[in-house]
């Protein structure tokens, strides 16, 4: 069974940063992929970010590009979302994920987090 927690949400002003993390149990998390999702109210889920199980490769939604990072810690088993510069339109409820392939078919979810920014 693969648990994710994610955490590290909050309410900031636009232009400020935020550091999500997203920690994972059991044997799977080593091999396979994470990404972070968002859903905003009224809007459908949308992917974020994604990493490969290395850590070599990484996938980022255009609306975050350079703005945006996605790291893991095998050894912690946990996945990070450093989020800077940040808009009123970044705000949502992220989700960790985790899954065979970086940017589809993720498998398991957490239960999110709420991401608030303001103007």
Do not use: H, N, P
């Given at each position: 069974q693969v648990q994710l927690v994610e955490s590290g949400g909050g309410l900031v002003q636009a232009g400020?940063?935020?550091r999500l993390s997203c920690a994972a149990s059991g044997r799977a998390?080593?091999?396979y992929a994470m990404g972070w999702f968002?859903?905003?109210p009224g809007k459908e889920r949308e992917f974020v970010a994604g990493i490969s199980w290395s850590g070599g490769r990484t996938y980022y939604a255009?609306?975050?590009k350079g703005r945006f990072t996605i790291s893991r810690d095998n050894a912690?088993?946990?996945v990070y979302l450093q989020m800077n510069s940040l808009k009123p339109e970044d705000t949502?409820?992220?989700y960790c994920a985790l899954g065979p392939d970086a940017t589809t078919g993720y498998k398991y979810w957490g239960q999110g987090t709420q991401v608030t920014v303001s103007s």
């Open positions: 400020g940063s935020l998390f080593r091999t968002r859903q905003a255009d609306s975050v912690k088993i946990t949502g409820v992220y």
